[in-house]
């Protein structure tokens, strides 16, 4: 129900989804009590603690992707080899979500942001007042910039359109090149192989998981 969303959809308490205040088709500009920017586990986590703590206030959750936040850790392994389905990556069908008064605001991004205002514009959905805000938006995947970088057949990993587009083409495939010998790279090389390609891994540091290293 909350996947493959192509337009922003907002799901308010007693309404049903992508639907809820408008005005010539936009949702009017509001206030919420708390916004939480991102769609991953910490913004829900922060969305979970607000309700079981008693906060009684708005909850807006905005976040770029189009799908309900998902749990990011099983897009290289359980996902990509096809173990679980999209639905079962869903932290919380959309009930929850309706039931704990948290509004979902998807497919947004953020334009700009006015602290001392206590307001946030957004690209498709005008401006957001807020009381408190927790910016919660994770990292972005490291593109690489070499010669041929931007050919086709290169995947990343870091969301769920990504993980599908990967799992799709890998099914088709019978070799792979995993760039990065941190945990996710080897998470990714081993589901690959499971999955019966022959892959090669390759590490610019002279040896695995280059975190862990002593400085």
């Given amino acids: 129900e909350l996947l493959n969303r192509t337009s922003t959809n907002v799901y308010t308490e007693g309404t049903s989804p992508a639907t809820g205040p408008r005005a010539n088709g936009r949702f009017m500009a509001k206030t919420y009590d ?18 079981f703590e008693g906060a009684k206030g708005s909850v807006l959750l905005l976040s770029s992707e ?25 932290i919380h069908s959309g009930p929850y979500y309706r039931d704990q008064a948290i509004d ?17 514009s957004t690209d498709r959905e ?22 041929g970088s931007t050919l086709g057949g290169i ?9 599908t587009a ?5 099914q088709k495939a019978k070799h792979a090149v995993v760039s990065g010998g941190s ?22 540091i002279g040896g695995l998981l280059p975190q862990l290293a002593n400085p």
Avoid: C, N, W
């Fill in 155 to 163: 995947y990343y990993l870091h969301s769920l359109e990504d993980a």
């Fill in 183 to 204: 945990f996710l790279g080897l998470e990714i090389a081993t589901s690959l192989a499971r999955m019966g390609l022959h892959v090669t891994l390759v590490e610019e």
């Fill in 104 to 120: 979902l605001m998807l497919g947004v991004r953020l334009a700009s942001l006015d602290a001392h205002k206590r307001r946030l």
């Fill in 166 to 170: 990967l799992r799709l083409a890998a």
């Fill in 126 to 147: 005008g401006d957001i007042g807020f009381d408190k805000l927790l910016i919660a938006t994770g990292t972005r995947a490291v593109r690489l910039i070499v010669p």
């Fill in 34 to 51: 708390f916004v939480l920017l991102g769609g991953g586990a910490a913004s829900v986590s922060a969305a979970e603690t607000l309700r």
């Fill in 66 to 90: 189009t799908s309900a936040p998902y749990r990011h850790t099983y897009l290289s392994k359980q996902f990509l080899t096809g173990a679980i389905s999209r639905e079962r990556l869903l």
